[in-house]
């Protein structure tokens, strides 16, 4: 969320670093990061229209801010994500980072996925043993496992403006926590951002090495939307 961060000083410090666009002689709008800097001088008189004019300078530089690519900006950054692979499974995860202020994110995070499936009709429960309260749960007619993916995250956006391409790669590890094993994993995906959304279209590669997975190979299509904070 956007600050407005009003500073008021007995005069305004020639030395400043920000890029600032002057109102009047004794109002300067600045801009740093996702912040909005509105600097008084208060040795100068400021009349309400010149008031009017800074408040409508400010709504503008903020609209303008949610309208690019916010992974743009240099700062810290965060965003949570939903997916879903061509394996049925379902995961999300947030990933936090530094975004360098050129396009180029680095960062890493962690995630919950679940994949659910229907068991065969061998081992499929009847109509009437689903139909009597003793012998009822979730799990009758279903398999459930579930995962925490932990992974490196680095991207690249190719411009700051509002709809912009980008490409991404995550890498790290996956823990089934429901039959203890464990695959290394890379995926690496390319997207749209539109101002603080995302979705991308990536293949996700797979190698078991521990426990339940070990040996296992899996290849999956995986798509994805996000939210940047």
């Known amino acids: 969320m956007k600050r407005i961060i009003s500073i008021i000083c007995a005069m305004v ?35 309400k229209r010149d008031l009017r004019r800074v408040q409508r300078t400010v709504n503008r530089i903020e609209r303008d801010t949610y309208m690019m690519n916010v992974g743009y900006l240099r700062g810290y950054r965060a965003d949570v994500e939903l997916g879903w692979d061509s394996s049925k499974s379902w995961e999300i995860s947030t990933s936090h980072g530094f975004s360098f202020g050129n396009g180029l994110y ?59 391409p980008f490409i991404d790669i995550r890498g790290g590890a996956i823990a089934d926590i429901s039959n203890s094993g464990a695959a290394l994993f890379i995926n690496p995906a390319i ?33 994805s939307v996000a939210y940047t904070f």
């Not at 890029?19 to 008084?40: F, P, R, W, Y």
């Not at 680095?106 to 068991?119: D, Y």
């Not at 043993?129 to 992974?151: C, H, K, L, R």
């Open 191 to 223: 997207g749209v951002d539109i101002a603080r959304f995302s979705v991308k279209v990536g293949y996700e590669r797979q190698l078991g090495c521990w426990g339940s997975q070990k040996g296992v190979k899996a290849n999956n299509v995986k798509l």
């Open 13 to 47: 410090l020639t030395g400043a670093s920000l890029s600032a666009q002057s109102m009047q002689e004794g109002i300067k709008v600045c801009k740093e990061g996702d912040n909005t800097i509105l600097i008084i001088n208060t040795d100068k008189d400021i009349s």
């Open 106 to 164: 680095i960062g890493g995070g962690a995630g919950f996925g679940a994949v659910l499936t229907r068991k065969s009709s061998n081992t499929r429960a009847t109509d009437a043993e689903v139909g009597t309260e003793q012998t009822y749960t979730p799990e009758n007619n279903w398999d459930a496992t579930y995962s925490i993916p932990m992974f490196a995250d680095v991207k690249y956006s190719f411009m700051k403006s509002f709809a912009t």
